[in-house]
């Protein structure tokens, strides 16, 4: 297991974010892991968490990684608050933990991994900074928002056992809640949406950052960035439908340059081969209660470590 130590950042409103820096010293290149959208309820993570395990495996190969919880979530789970949190904060959080990999490593060598939504974030962060060694999503989509999360939530709730009647009623509940959003006209009434940290929230969704992105294309960020662009998609994915994969294969098939997908097909939405659908609901509804994970998968970790061995020996 590759050591790792604690290291901290000074967001863009002043507050210090806690990371952790593993392979410290790794002479082959650096990497920027970046969180999806989930959250873990207490400042501990379980000690099988799978970023812990994705970041411990590059460093292993010899990569530097850092990685850091999003504001309100473990570690930092008193600096800052997850809820208020935007996209664009989001991001301003990342640009701040690239400037703290940064001054351990030169930007030359520098890759960004985006998990789940973390691969929007990604792209977004190496389109304004430019220089970045290579760009990889995983588990993560290039598709309008407003189509992944109807055929995401209808993927959760057929995955908890509800019904076909009420499923279909929830569905529509959230295109309400989409086009609501989108015109300014949805109105927030408990119980389905609640205040939190006066923020309104409706499954977890803070509404003004599904705003935000309502209004975004991932997929011309895509054909845009210039840094080589690895998207993984998972075969044994609970939480990400199949169509997103198979968006990313098609973009990059019309788009040329330096890309490339990969469809892993024992791969679940938290790294695993071992498909725990529990552990994914939980990180999506951020009720993260799993104390222990099952190993991360080896094949994913040879093809990341293969992919970013290329982007170093491709661009010298």
Known sequence: ?????????RAFDGVELNA?????????????????????????EPATWPFDQLARALAARGHMV?????????EN??????WRATFESDLADARSALACLESHAPRSRVH???????????LRLA?????????????????????????????ILELSGVPAPRIEAELRSVRELIEGVRKDSYECKAPACQHLDGVAVVDGIQLPWLKEVLSMNFAELATKCDAPLLFVSGGADPIVPDADGDFARDLFAKDGGERRFLRLDDLDHLFTAQV????????MRQTQRTQVYAAISTSLVDE?????ESTMRNRG
């Open 304 to 308: 990341l470590d293969r992919w970013i």
């Open 127 to 155: 389109a304004g900074e430019g220089g970045i060694r290579g760009v990889g999503m995983i588990t993560s989509t290039l598709r309008p928002i407003d189509q992944l999360l109807l055929e995401q939530n209808q993927k």
């Open 112 to 122: 960004l991994l985006g998990h789940s939504y973390g691969g929007p974030l990604a």
């Open 77 to 82: 789970l008193q600096r800052g608050s997850f």
């Open 66 to 74: 850092l990685r850091y919880p999003k504001r309100g979530s473990g």
């Open 20 to 44: 952790r820096l593993y392979g410290v010293g790794g002479s082959r290149s650096a990497v920027l892991l970046l969180e999806g959208s989930g959250r873990i309820e207490n400042e501990t």
């Open 1 to 9: 297991m590759s050591a790792s130590i604690s290291v901290s950042f």
């Open 276 to 283: 725990s659908r529990s552990a994914a609901l939980e990180y």
